[in-house]
């Protein structure tokens, strides 16, 4: 019997041994989790990350989304779609969930959690990870990451990563005090190539007892860096300003037909364009309740409804109180002023006075880069149809028995009428073409401002000022004007900004209007130049 009892507890001492002994580093670092020091988390990644096992990510995954619980003596993962799983084994654990209780971090805790998901997924099969992953180590700069980056680079096929990886260690090297000269300097002109804001906060910020032969490399990278940046902020200005005369073109190109056409200051000009943004919001509402599948399609089926919801009501203003007011600018001006009061009024009361989402088609969604500039899809979109619009425009008032009557009263009322013309047919018409073309303005404008009853008020002054800068009534006018405009304010705002900067441009058009009363294109006329 004391045989049996000897060779019993030898095996489990044996048991015990052999456990300890195929412990490892991954195992040995789990308990740490649950010291409740910040210090002893940050090195049981480090030591989960080094050890090379096959469920590291998970640990640290589970860790960053704070579905790490320890408790108990047991360090568990909180699998979403099933039981707890025990960290150690992979296994489903049998712990009390109620018993457990998240790992703390803190900042310190999340960066390193950062770079370690960088170091573990440098090696992934997604190009897509391990471009993620090399972000994420240029940015925690870990100095552990360079053998698994030295292997990633050797390996890269995608030319995208590759570059990704190499600035990584760049980043790395350029303040390893221990690495040589050679790769130091390679480390500068690598993040030189990159030169974006980040390149040159890191070279930028080197130590004070950096050798001089790289501080004073470092020093004309970052000069070059922000020579090249201060280019590309211009050109992205310029195309900021591009975007923004697109929308005042689409806002005013309206307003140009009616006030060039009848010489009415129609202040519910801004209200068409309201209409039609929350006709595109109605549209949406429809679609998303009784044909979720047409979404990607919803503004081409807003477009037309906004141009006749639009185009009508521009019609009904024409007609019910414009038509007896021509000729007395002022009364005009107020009759259509509490017009847009009660069109605003009347929205708010329908649909209320809070902004309406008005969602953005993924194929409008994201950016094409290209060097340092950044170009939105949703912008570059609006651009494309106010140019479109533009275009449509000129082949309807060129080549269609409409747009030669428009011309023709525009440029001499009287004689249009003595030659059969019923002006007063064309006014209404002309009243809602323009209206209509507001309400499609709207569309756009809905993908990139808030839908809300002041909608119009943000652009009917702006619209006005492109009006008569570029020239009442003519068209290429209105497209130079709002270009101009666009530009030379998005221009000024870096310098003046933005308020101060639209105070000049108010104050050089009052100067250029004195100079050239009717504009950069002034209409050719017997009446217009009478």
């Known amino acids: 019997m004391t045989t049996l009892r000897t060779i019993f507890w030898a095996l489990v001492l044996l048991a015990g041994m052999t456990s300890v002994a195929m412990a490892g580093p991954y195992e040995d670092a789990l308990p740490r989790f649950a010291a409740d020091s910040y210090a002893d988390t940050e090195a049981a990644i480090a030591a989960v990350t080094s050890s090379g096992h096959s469920l590291s990510l998970r640990v640290i995954e589970a860790l960053r989304d704070g579905q790490l619980l320890v408790g108990a003596g047991q360090v568990v993962i909180r699998d979403i779609s099933g039981p707890l799983v025990d960290a150690a084994k992979g296994q489903p654990s049998g712990a009390n969930a109620g018993s457990l209780k998240p790992v703390r971090v803190n900042n310190r805790v999340r960066r390193a959690i950062e770079a370690a998901l960088g170091n573990l997924t440098l090696l992934s099969t997604d190009p897509g990870t391990r471009l993620e992953a090399a972000r994420a180590v240029f940015r925690s700069r870990d100095a552990a990451a360079l053998p698994t980056l030295d292997k990633a680079i050797a390996q890269e096929t995608s030319p995208n990563v590759r570059k990704a990886l190499r600035t990584a260690r760049a980043a790395i090297l350029l303040n390893k005090a221990d690495a040589s000269s050679a790769d130091r300097l390679g480390a500068v002109a690598t993040l030189k190539e990159r030169g974006d804001q980040e390149a040159l906060a890191l070279l930028s910020s080197l130590p004070s007892g950096t050798p001089s032969d790289i501080a004073e490399a470092a020093g004309k990278a970052t000069d070059s860096i922000r020579a090249r940046l201060a280019l590309w902020s211009a050109v992205q200005n310029i195309w900021y300003g591009i975007s923004l005369g697109s929308v005042l073109l689409l806002a005013a190109i309206g307003l140009a037909i009616t006030f060039g056409t009848m010489g009415v200051i129609n202040m519910a000009h801004g209200e068409m364009v309201m209409l039609g943004a929350y006709t595109t919001f109605v549209v949406q509402e429809l679609i998303r309740t009784y044909a979720p599948g047409l979404f990607e399609a919803s503004l081409f089926i807003a477009l037309p409804l906004a141009f006749l919801v639009a ?76 140019i479109l619009v533009f275009a449509v425009l000129q082949l309807v008032l060129r080549y269609t028995s409409l747009g030669l009557h428009v011309r023709a009263v525009t440029q001499n009322r009287r004689m249009a009428g003595s030659m059969g013309i019923k002006t007063s047919r064309v006014d209404a018409l002309a009243f809602g073409l323009g209206s209509g073309v507001a309400g499609i303005a709207g569309v756009a404008l809905s993908q990139i401002d808030n839908v809300s009853p002041n909608l119009g008020q943000g652009y009917i002054i702006d619209s006005f000022m492109v009006v008569v800068f570029g020239g009442v009534g003519n068209l290429w006018g209105t497209l130079v004007g709002a270009m101009t405009l666009g530009i030379a304010n998005k221009l000024l705002e870096p310098y003046a900004g933005a308020v101060l900067g639209k105070i000049v441009l108010l104050v050089g058009i009052i100067f250029f209007i004195q100079r050239r009363p009717r504009g950069l294109f002034a209409l050719k006329g017997r009446a217009v130049e009478a």
């Open 311 to 386: 185009g009508v009501t521009g019609i009904l203003i024409e007609r019910l109180v414009i038509r007896f007011l021509y000729g007395r600018s002022l009364e005009t001006l107020l009759a259509t002023w509490g017009l847009s009061l009660i069109l605003q009024q009347a929205v708010r009361t329908l649909f209320g006075p809070t902004n309406r989402e008005v969602g953005t088609p993924a194929w409008m969604s994201g950016a094409l880069e290209i060097g340092g500039l950044s170009l939105t899809y949703n912008r570059i979109a609006i651009v494309v149809f106010a």
